[in-house]
């Protein structure tokens, strides 16, 4: 047995890769280890290209059990071990350690169980978001969050960011949709939080899971609730000519007390590269527009799209448009849930942001980043769930230019402290990961992150899992500015071990 005190010692990279693979072997069969760099290589980020590092060892298990063995090693090894989804992420939080293990759960794809009477799916971390509402289509079920990549993303990854979608001002984010998840702790001990039933014995320590960007354990399976596939669905596309109109609009559908099943708003520049790329049929002379959804019973759809018009004429709507076939429906969603490629298409690179705010500042918001616009010489696109404030700017720049990407950097961080200023968060469903470090800094006080620091060693005593992501250590934050006070229960930990 290789002792943790031999392995620290090991400074030479390929040296250290060998060793590991070599114990590895010893858990794992051949098939479910990589570690020549052109199998290592696609996985050296995730959707946040801008941040990359090719990974000493990528490994493949397909159980649970091999899943606890691979950490029990890395355990006694004192390797830092990065899980990995399907890797559309877009805050490099599945950015490999490059004297690390990168842990691959995408050979974790079966969906275990559909209850039709109890509502809920048991599904293994590797599944697809989309193919679970796929596979409960039959039973007249599906699974509400949708985030844009749900054809490609996994459970697992949506269940470590909190991911929503166009959909989640009705039904909720992540959390709110997972009654159960697995994992197993970087000491190799499996736990279960949640449960199928209303309510659960002891802490309820699911909150703390959902959301925790694989720095306390590594989803082994999670158990989601299922909800009757609608009967009737219809969108409404409203057009604007101006950013403060479709703002106003948004908060009067909330304060009339209709809560639409999804209300997103695109800016000009989102809605000319969306209509380019798929044709969804939006009002290219708008300088914003509102996709507001209702679905339901077909009388009450048919109600809430009538007092929605009305909302919306009455903030100055230029253009109303109500679906009237299923296939209209999804076309025009169809440009809203294709902007991210949209912007690929006019722009060599994007840097999405993920910024939250109330909703009485999207507007201002807006306006802010036009400024930034010009400051930085550089085009953003806005797209958003307008509903809960949720705001994805997209950045468009070149990488292949070093100073168009620290422009777009400088440009993303502004809108983050913006964001934080208006008393909004610096993430709503993509998380933190490498990206926003140092926004957490100005974010959260000293006492907050001490607090954060001791969660997370709760849960990793070792700081083996997601190391270097999630949280800024004392100095990052030292460093930006953020001098702490002395404080003994921030100071007495060696928090730089992470």
């Keep these: 047995m290789v002792n943790q005190r031999s392995v620290s010692a090991i400074e030479d990279l390929k040296e250290l890769q060998s060793l590991i693979v ?148 009705k039904y909720g984010l992540t959390l709110h949709n997972v009654l159960r998840v697995r994992g197993v702790l970087s000491s190799g001990e499996v736990i279960e939080v949640g449960g199928e039933s209303l309510d659960s014995p002891g802490l309820d320590l699911l909150p703390l899971i959902v959301g925790s960007e694989g720095m306390m354990m590594v989803i082994t399976e999670v158990t989601v609730r299922l909800i009757p596939r609608p009967s009737s669905a219809k969108v409404i596309m409203a057009s604007f000519q101006s950013l403060e109109q479709c703002g106003s609009a948004v908060a009067g559908i909330i304060a009339a007390g209709i809560i639409p099943a999804g209300l997103e708003m695109m800016d000009r520049s989102a809605i000319s590269a969306a209509e380019a790329f798929v044709e969804a049929g939006y009002d290219l002379d708008a300088e914003a527009i509102l996709l507001c959804e209702s679905d339901g019973v077909e009388d009450e759809v048919d109600e809430e799209i009538a007092r929605m018009s009305t909302v919306l004429s009455t903030h100055g709507a230029s253009r109303l448009q109500c679906s009237e076939s299923e296939a209209e429906r999804l076309r025009f969603w169809s440009g809203r849930k294709n902007a991210f490629p949209a912007a690929g298409r006019i722009s060599p690179d994007y840097y999405c942001m993920d910024g939250t705010i109330p909703r009485r500042h999207i507007a201002g918001l807006l306006g802010y980043i036009k400024t930034l616009e010009q400051q930085y010489h550089l085009n953003c696109m806005n797209v958003f769930h307008a509903g809960d404030g949720n705001m994805h700017p997209l950045i468009l720049f070149n990488g292949e230019d070093p100073d168009e990407w620290n422009r777009a950097e400088s440009f993303g961080n502004d809108i983050l402290k913006k964001c934080i200023e208006l008393g909004g968060t610096v993430t709503g469903e993509h998380g933190v990961g490498v990206e926003k470090l140092d926004s957490l800094c100005h974010q959260f006080s000293d006492d907050e992150r001490a607090f954060l620091w001791e969660l997370k060693a709760a849960f990793d005593p070792l700081g083996l899992l997601n190391p270097d992501k999630g949280l800024p250590s004392l100095r990052r934050c030292v460093e930006l500015g953020r001098n702490p006070r002395h404080n003994p229960r921030l100071m007495h930990q060696d928090l730089e071990r992470f």
């Design 22 to 169: 070599a114990q590895l072997g010893r858990v794992l069969p051949n098939h479910s280890i990589l570690w020549d760099e052109e199998d290592t290589r696609p996985y050296e980020c995730d959707g946040l290209s801008a941040y990359r590092a090719l990974p000493l060892v990528v490994v493949l298990p397909e159980s649970e059990k091999e899943v606890i063995e691979v950490i029990t090693l890395c355990k006694e090894l004192a390797v830092p071990i990065v899980p990995r989804g399907a890797g559309t992420g877009l805050s490099g939080g599945a950015r490999p350690i490059t004297h690390g293990v990168l842990l691959s759960l995408t050979r974790l794809k079966s969906i275990l169980s559909l209850d039709p009477k109890a509502r809920l799916a048991r599904v293994q971390p590797g599944v697809r978001n989309l193919a679970i509402s796929e596979a409960a289509q039959p039973l007249g079920l599906c699974y509400a969050p949708d985030p844009s990549s749900q054809i490609a993303c996994s459970i697992g990854g949506n269940v470590s960011e909190n991911a929503g979608g166009v959909h989640c001002l």
